[in-house]
């Protein structure tokens, strides 16, 4: 994991605050395209708090499109990048038509 500044996420009273600097390029965006993107519903978030062995952290899990984008908030506040591993690759779609299978005995 990456470890990132601890100012660019702020977490007080359960309210996120993370800086638009930060996120815009992890998904791909500039600044106004994140915030543009964010007004109209198409960059989402999930707020993941641990428990048990976890408890006291937060993990943030950001995405506009195809990307994702996740980080740690630690006990201490350290902040730390969550990998996340690529989507597994699509099998080939089958280009038969419809009229194709039709055919087929």
Same mark, same amino acid.
């Given at each position: 994991?990456? =470890?990132? !500044?601890?100012?660019? *996420? +702020? +977490?007080?009273? #359960? ?12 998904? #791909?965006?500039? *600044? &106004? ?5 964010? *007004? ?5 978030? +999930? ?11 937060? $993990? ?9 984008? $996740?980080? *740690?908030?630690? +006990? &201490? #506040?350290?902040?730390?990048? &969550? @990998?996340?591993? !690529? @989507?597994? !690759? =699509? ?12 055919? &087929?005995?």
């Amino acid at each position: 994991m990456t =470890r990132l !500044p601890a100012t660019s *996420v +702020i +977490i007080v009273k #359960g309210q996120i605050t993370i800086e638009a600097d930060l996120l815009a390029p992890k998904l #791909g965006l500039s *600044v &106004d395209g994140l915030k543009d993107n964010m *007004v109209n519903g198409l960059v989402t978030s +999930i707020a993941e708090t641990g428990v048990g062995e976890d408890a006291g952290r937060t $993990r943030l899990t950001f995405r506009y499109r195809a990307r994702t984008w $996740r980080v *740690v908030v630690d +006990i &201490d #506040g350290t902040l730390k990048e &969550d @990998p996340v591993s !690529p @989507p597994e !690759p =699509r099998a080939a779609k089958d280009r038969s038509s419809l009229l194709d299978l039709m055919a &087929d005995p």
